[in-house]
């Protein structure tokens, strides 16, 4: 029999993004009849999503400290539904319907992950980040492009950044706490490759 969890996916979104989910499992988990006695109130949840948006509008200036405390607010959210996500994982059992019915979304077990098609770790120093694709075997070189993503996750245009004959690259001088996209395409004998999806990373 195939088991199933909620994921974690959010602590991945945009901040513009989380909001509309976070509020999405508020109005499914809460007074669901098979969720009767979630680990985090319904007033503590509100709060921190509430707490975020508003942070958000605050971050759109541009100041250091409010994007540092958009940054906070997001981080006590996603505590926040992590812990309602175990309550949902422990509660339901493994069913897919309930799960789906608190909002959050699924995951089959066991899970196999794939190695991601780019991503992105911090790199040597502050300011840089390493980007590791998936390399393929008809590819000549590799085409990487960034975007800054504001607060209200609204993206900059695509510049490129550089090229390279092997599928890992590293950018640096990017501005501390900044979010970035980063996408690859590959030069192969018939052509370049579309842009793969793009991967998001916080500098550090």
């Keep these: 029999m195939k088991k199933f969890k909620p994921v974690f996916d959010f602590v991945q979104f945009s901040m513009s993004e989380k909001v509309p989910f976070f509020r999405h499992v508020n109005d499914q988990l809460y007074d669901n009849p098979l969720y009767t006695t979630p680990d985090i109130a319904f007033a503590d949840a509100k709060a921190a999503v509430d707490a975020l948006e508003a942070a958000m509008l605050a971050a759109k200036e541009g100041s250091p400290v409010a994007v540092s405390a958009m940054h906070d607010a997001a981080e006590r959210a996603d505590t926040i539904y992590r812990n309602l996500a175990h309550y949902v994982e422990r509660i339901a059992a493994g069913d897919e319907t309930s799960i789906l019915s608190s909002g959050f979304h699924l995951s089959k077990q066991p899970v196999i992950t794939p190695k991601p098609e780019l991503a992105a770790f911090d790199g040597e120093h502050s300011g840089s980040v390493k980007l590791v694709a998936k390399a393929l075997e008809a590819a000549v070189a590799y085409l990487w492009q960034m975007a800054i993503e504001?607060?209200?996750?609204?993206?900059?245009?695509?510049?490129?950044?550089?090229?390279?004959?092997?599928?890992?690259?590293?950018?640096?001088?990017?501005?501390?706490?900044?979010?970035y996209k980063f996408r690859y395409a590959a030069i192969t004998a018939e052509g370049t490759t579309d842009y793969c999806e793009p991967v998001t990373k916080i500098v550090v």
């Design 150 to 179: 504001d607060a209200a996750g609204m993206l900059s245009d695509w510049i490129a950044i550089g090229s390279s004959t092997r599928a890992t690259f590293e950018v640096n001088d990017l501005e501390i706490m900044k979010r």
